[in-house]
């Protein structure tokens, strides 16, 4: 059967008659210099770099200044008005999210869409476009049937294409209807999981474009790894421009010349200070920002000409095409967080402090940000700004809590003019990053008038510059990712700020274990006038990136902590996102939604804010409800996990296996000089132990290690291990090892410490390493010995129950972020048997591991 012959000219003719009255541009006419600009500038349909031609072209204008593009793609082939994805969206991308031109070229909604997000990406003045697809057919009978496709694209819906309505011609473009036009329009809204596709979208192309620009600064060009992000940053500001004032750079204007005053680096720089001047950044900070740039711009020597072309111009014509028209659309998110940690992910920089600098990803600060109840009114400051994500997420909120709650057009411009001026405060003290910071918050629409290049811990808590200089600023948001190397893994910058505040909340992204004690003093200082409301243990969230464990604190300022106090401890390292670590590949790769993790954020946020009855998608195991001391040391989630702590028969029967089991390989291997074994038959005291034990007969108490033992670090030689392990010998060297009874070798030199101790690491994985020494031994770095303080009442039997019920009563709550430390140890409470007196029972203690002994050693002799 022959194919169909396309009507689209005739479909074309039909769609120009209706628009007669309206009036219409065709393919080949000029619309408006912007529009036909950026209709040249982006990428033709079929993925070339030819201009992109319309078949019928529109400015519809509603009467209030605001003038909006329509664009029109014609089809003339039953089948070819759209293309949708499974969800019913415009399937313009493939799944690795490359352009799909296939389908741009084929269907006429698709080309509609293509024209339009074109003209977002690439214009200034034009962020709102309609696009129209009709497609026209030959129906038996009937004649031509015609079917229309009609979508709305804005920069504030983050180009997302949502369908007006349903139309049977183009009436709905009449004046007389445009009303009716214009209220659909603005009642179109995004979904909360649209947004967030979007924006994860969004930022997989950033991440794109930026890994193939640092490969090719890294490979190409030899551009120093310190320098790049000045270099994108500077770059971004020349080619955006400042509208009616100054124009975007363009690539033309980077001749390659060689003059003091005219090279390519003096053209750029030129212009971003033009673009900081019009942006009213104040004198100080322009100043600074220009001397920062200057270095890679001016005295880097990358504006010399090879062949007539600097670097800095090859550079440029890449953010030119590639990066600036993505935050043409993409303007919400945390831009230039990105920027920075994709192009510091390509060179390790050892023995450097920008090794503490781990930007937060925009999920995270968006949760911070709500579990901060950020609205309005709200006044929000970060001491460790970055790249200012934390604010950029809270103006969001703001912006959005005030566009639901205010009805005047006036009165709303007012409220977010101030919440962009007065309301967000964030402080940087590098200076590379306090550029970013400033950056972005320009991007957003802000003057960046309250970032301030500063150290937090020095900062004095006020406004530095317009009306309000040198008044206090009434921060009642506190939103923070702290240097994790500073005093208290960061909490000295928490208390520094809380200090400054009289209410509000507080939400801190920080190393968990700083909440287990290793953020003290400043943990226990801060529950003296703030109240912890919840601790929420993330997954790896920083994966490549910095290898700790991190956790959420949340607290109400003010309000001093009451130990009846309600908190809640949240599991959350399972948060439905897969990580990855593959330098080049990106976010769509590395970071991948396999278990509801938009769901699951939204159900942690509602889990903290409103209490057990919101837990749904997490585990009845992941949410706990408990209470806190005041010494600032008990906050993480493990702590709170309660989990039988009394051992029982199997665990005496692994535990005891594994040291008999030890100890005469020990013998094979002639370590150790051969000993008796006792396979004879259980005593009835024995007996009564193994029945005890296994029919929960016993009566307990709980002893905290420290009443019973001295924990101290085990005697080292202090030597390197070839030198330890040089001579030759039958000497067990202690190692933080969970295997072969915690030694590593064995050498020739003299024992430093006596047998009958238990020894643990603080290194690694806890609980594993506890072990009873029955030989002397030499100590090793990070071994810690527990010495009886009693030792007439301890034998190798009894210590060896205490081996199986610390082992019990310490869980696996410990790993290499939250170490098994002595302070710890000590601290663990054991359950032990006692007598009819009260006192711990080491006669049943014996008897019930010798007879597990007996056993034993019958099975493996």
């Not at 003290?429 to 910071?437: E, P």
């Not at 972020?817 to 002595?822: E, I």
Request: net charge neutral; aromatic share 8%.
């Amino acid at each position: 059967m022959a194919k169909a012959r396309s009507i689209e000219e005739q479909v074309e003719d039909i769609a120009k008659k209706q628009l007669d009255d309206i009036g219409y541009f065709t393919k080949t006419e000029d619309i408006n210099s912007e529009i036909d600009n950026a209709l040249m500038a982006g990428p033709s349909k079929s993925g070339g770099s030819g201009r992109n031609f319309p078949d019928i072209k529109l400015l519809i204008d509603f009467g209030d200044l605001n003038k909006i593009p329509v664009m029109i793609e014609v089809k003339g082939s039953k089948g070819k008005l759209i293309k949708t994805d499974k969800d019913g969206g415009i399937e313009n991308k493939k799944k690795d999210m490359t352009p799909n031109f296939s389908n741009i070229q084929g269907y006429a909604v698709n080309g509609a869409v293509h024209y339009a997000e074109t003209i977002i990406s690439f214009s200034k003045s034009f962020k709102e476009v309609i696009a129209i697809g009709i497609n026209g057919y030959q129906r038996e009978g009937e004649g031509i049937v015609t079917e229309y496709g009609v979508y709305y694209l804005s920069s504030e819906n983050l180009g997302i294409p949502k369908k007006i309505a349903d139309y049977s011609d183009l009436s709905f473009l009449n004046e007389e209807n445009l009303d009716d036009l214009k209220s659909k329009i603005e009642n179109i809204g995004l979904s909360e999981d649209e947004i967030e596709a979007k924006a994860f979208e969004y930022e997989n192309q950033i991440e794109t474009k930026l890994k193939a620009l640092n490969q090719v600064m890294q490979d190409d060009l030899q551009v120093s790894v310190g320098s790049r992000v000045e270099i994108v940053a500077g770059l971004i500001m020349a080619g955006l421009g400042v509208k009616d004032v100054i124009s975007p750079l363009q690539i033309t204007e980077l001749k390659g010349e060689k003059g003091s005053k005219t090279h390519d680096g003096c053209v750029i720089i030129n212009k971003i200070d033009s673009f900081l001047e019009e942006r009213k950044l104040p004198v100080e900070k322009k100043d600074m920002i220009i001397n920062d740039l200057s270095r890679v711009f001016i005295y880097s020597k990358l504006w010399e000409p090879k062949n007539g072309e600097s670097k800095l111009k090859r550079i440029y014509i890449r953010v030119y095409e590639d990066i600036i028209p993505i935050f043409n659309t993409a303007r919400h998110l945390d831009f230039t967080g990105k920027l920075f940690n994709v192009l510091n992910e390509w060179v390790d920089i050892p023995d450097s402090d920008k090794n503490d600098v781990v930007l937060t990803p925009r999920y995270i600060t968006q949760l911070m940000a709500k579990l901060a109840l950020v609205n309005k009114d709200s006044y929000v400051w970060d001491y460790a700004t970055g790249s200012a994500g934390f604010l950029i997420s809270s103006m969001k909120l703001m912006i959005q809590d005030a566009q639901e709650r205010i009805k005047s057009k006036a009165e709303l411009d007012k409220k977010v003019g101030q919440i962009k001026s007065k309301q967000l405060l964030g402080i940087e003290k590098r200076s590379d990053i306090y550029m970013l910071a400033v950056l972005n918050m320009i991007l957003m629409g802000d003057g960046s008038s309250n970032i301030l290049h500063k150290d937090s811990l020095k900062y004095r808590g006020i406004y530095e510059q317009g009306t309000e200089k040198d008044t206090k600023f009434p921060a009642n948001v506190f939103l923070l990712n702290p240097p994790y190397s500073t005093e208290g893994k960061g909490f000295i910058f928490v208390k520094k700020a809380l200090n400054s505040m009289t209410s509000g909340r507080a939400v801190v992204l920080i190393q968990e274990n700083a909440g287990g004690g290793y953020g003290l003093p400043y943990t226990k200082e801060i529950l003296e006038k703030n109240t912890l409301v919840a601790s929420v243990k993330l997954a790896d969230i920083f994966k490549g990136k910095a290898a700790v464990q991190t956790a959420i604190y949340v607290f109400d300022v003010g309000i001093p902590h009451n130990t009846k106090k309600i908190v809640k401890f949240i599991d959350f390292t399972n948060d439905g996102y897969l990580r990855l670590n593959k330098k080049k590949s990106n976010q769509s790769r590395n970071l991948r939604d396999t278990g509801n993790a938009i769901e699951k954020y939204e159900e942690v946020a509602n889990l903290v804010l409103f209490g057990a009855s919101y837990l749904n998608l997490l585990d009845k195991t992941e949410y706990i409800e408990d209470t806190i001391s005041l010494n600032g040391d008990d906050w993480t989630f493990s702590q709170h996990v309660i989990h039988d702590s009394k051992p029982d028969l199997s665990d005496f029967e692994k535990c005891i296996g594994n040291f008999l089991s030890w100890k005469i390989n020990q013998m094979i291997m002639g370590k150790i000089i051969k000993q008796k074994v006792d396979i004879s038959r259980l005593t009835a005291q024995e007996n009564e132990a193994i029945k005890a034990i296994s029919t929960d007969n016993l009566k307990y108490c709980d002893v905290e290690v420290k009443k019973l033992f001295e924990v101290k670090p085990t005697k080292t030689y202090g030597l390197t291990n070839p030198d330890l392990y040089r001579i030759k010998g039958t000497t067990p060297v202690l190692s933080n090892a969970s295997v072969n009874n915690g030694i590593g070798g064995y050498n020739g030199m003299d024992t430093n410490e006596k047998g009958g101790i238990l020894t643990f690491s603080d290194t690694t994985i806890g609980a594993e390493t506890i072990f009873y020494q029955p030989f002397d031994f030499i100590g090793y770095s990070h071994v810690q010995g527990m010495y009886p303080l009693d030792e007439e009442k301890w034998t190798e039997d009894s210590l060896l129950y205490f081996v199986v019920a610390l082992k019990k009563a310490s869980g696996d709550q410990f790993d290499f972020n939250n170490k098994f430390t002595r302070q710890i140890v000590n601290k663990i409470k054991v359950k032990l048997p006692i007598n009819n007196k009260g006192e711990i029972d080491f006669v049943m203690m014996e008897n019930l591991v010798r007879a597990i002994k007996k056993d034993s050693l019958k099975g493996i002799v």
